[in-house]
């Protein structure tokens, strides 16, 4: 192919297919880019985000008839050959403007032979999307995983998506909704981020609660299925619903967190509001800070993360060690849904106490019937619905 001349290549392997990527060492040798800046963008950090997209699309493809998928911007074009050949789909649309990229995806669809099953595209990511927003032409999966925020193409995909349908995002700008830069996170998000020891659990949040609200635009309700953080990044899973009344019902489900920076005090407000209304701790009396407005709901579905770990035993995965620890953690979180979660190590600096095991924390917090479980965010993170009070208490009698 006429864009790949002079492009070294290196054949790896992922999943059940093996396929071609830009040789770093030799183009660092030559030119001394940074792997960002590759001709062809490739991240092998990524492995685990795509492992977990095909584990979830076999989970639901079956019984949803999810047979159209669209992957608007591949690089090498490796997940959208991996949902060809590891899942029971019937047709991928593979996109990505960058020319070399289309190029190098259509070498590796017919290195995989599965020339009949994907479709490689080279346009603009949102003028790919808009051209299967027609009914009838809609994909039943989206999933959008661009450098940076997802935020400029949800629109463009909540047309692309039929009614059930799917879509994933993935958000690498972790940074900004974390906190670091409130300015950007108002600006793409529209939402107040928080700096705080979850502050992880609160992007995801961040990101599903600006989806909502812009998908109730078109009268369209998002229900998140699956949504984790790790590395640098944070993913969601969402089904999307046609209706008006499910898309009230979905935004009744955003609301603002409020935390207590003197005593780590939580406090949710239900609902979207003109404003910001001050509120004091009901443990210390100090003005609590306020995040959002974020997704108050639940971010798992019971049914999707079981059969998602059903799946795993079938599917080959180099990380399967990883992608089976996070969902037995998701699967016992999930028991346990409230907003937000505790640190260890924070707890100790606020209560002025040794730092206590998250085990021995949950143990304690259970004996006296709370819930509480460990948190896929952090292996220091305690998830539960005890108070603080009690918390502080517990610790006390731990130390």
Do not use: I, T
């Given at each position: 192919m006429e864009e790949?001349?002079?492009l070294p290549l290196v054949e790896v392997e992922e999943g059940s297919v093996r396929f071609y990527v830009p040789e770093v060492e030799a183009l660092r040798r030559r030119?001394?880019?940074s792997t960002a800046r590759l001709p062809v963008f490739y991240n092998p950090a990524m492995e685990l985000n795509r492992d977990l997209a095909v584990v979830f699309l076999r989970a639901v493809g079956g019984a949803h008839r999810v047979k159209r998928v669209c992957e608007p911007m591949a690089g090498c074009g490796v997940r959208g050959v991996r949902f060809a050949v590891e899942t029971e789909v019937e047709w991928v649309a593979v996109n990505?403007?960058?020319?070399?990229a289309a190029a190098l995806t259509k070498l590796n669809v017919e290195k995989a032979g599965v020339e009949g099953k994907v479709?490689?595209?080279?346009?603009d990511a949102e003028e790919l999307l808009c051209r299967f927003s027609a009914p009838g032409k809609r994909f039943d999966f989206v999933d959008l995983d661009p450098y940076g925020s997802p935020a400029p193409y949800l629109d463009s995909c909540f047309r692309a998506v039929r009614r059930g349908g799917f879509l994933a995002l993935t958000a690498t700008d972790t940074a900004t909704l974390c906190g670091v830069n409130p300015k950007a996170c108002l600006r793409k998000y529209g939402a107040k981020p928080l700096k705080t020891e979850y502050c992880h659990e609160l992007a995801v949040r961040i990101l599903v609660g600006a989806a909502v609200r812009l998908a109730a635009r078109r009268d369209i309700a998002l229900k998140p299925l699956f949504t984790y953080s790790t590395d640098h990044y944070v993913r969601v899973y969402l089904q999307m619903f046609k209706g008006a009344r499910k898309a009230d019902e979905a935004l009744s489900m955003l609301g603002l967190l409020y935390h207590c920076l003197r005593c780590l005090s939580r406090h949710t407000l239900q609902g979207l509001k003109p404003y910001?209304?001050?509120?004091?701790?009901g443990e210390c009396g100090l003005s609590m800070e306020a995040a959002g407005p974020l997704w108050l709901g639940s971010l798992w579905?019971?049914?999707t993360v079981e059969a998602m770990e059903a799946e795993l035993s079938k599917v080959k995965l180099r990380r399967l060690k990883e992608a089976r620890s996070l969902l037995a953690k998701v699967r016992l979180e999930m028991e346990v849904d409230v907003p937000g979660y505790y640190t260890v190590d924070r707890l100790a600096e606020v209560f002025h106490s040794p730092p206590a095991s998250p085990v021995r924390l949950i143990k304690a917090l259970r004996k006296e019937g709370f819930k509480a479980s460990l948190t896929h965010f952090t292996p220091q993170g305690v998830r539960t619905d005890a108070p603080v009070k009690i918390l502080r208490r517990i610790l006390a009698g731990l130390s």
């Open positions: 790949l001349q002079g030119k001394g880019p990505d403007l960058n020319p070399k479709s490689v595209f080279s346009l910001h209304p001050a509120v004091k701790c579905h019971r049914e």
